[in-house]
């Protein structure tokens, strides 16, 4: 799995994805307190432990 890159594309599609929501959620109307915990929220679930 790791040779056919599937790893790589998953992780690539996770970062996409991600960036996404995160820039439909700036251009959102929610609270910036709203926004920092989402954001928080995001970046933790998506990032990958060492």
């Known amino acids: 799995m790791t040779d056919a890159g599937a790893v790589e594309h998953i ?3 996770i970062a996409r994805r991600t960036e996404r929501a995160l ?16 954001t928080a929220m995001a970046i933790s679930a998506t990032q990958r432990a060492s």
Not at 23 to 38: E, I, N, P, V
Request: aromatic share 6%; net charge neutral; with cysteine.
């Open 23 to 38: 820039t439909t959620l700036r251009a959102s109307t929610a609270t910036t307190y709203a926004k920092g915990g989402l």
């Open 11 to 13: 992780e690539c599609d």
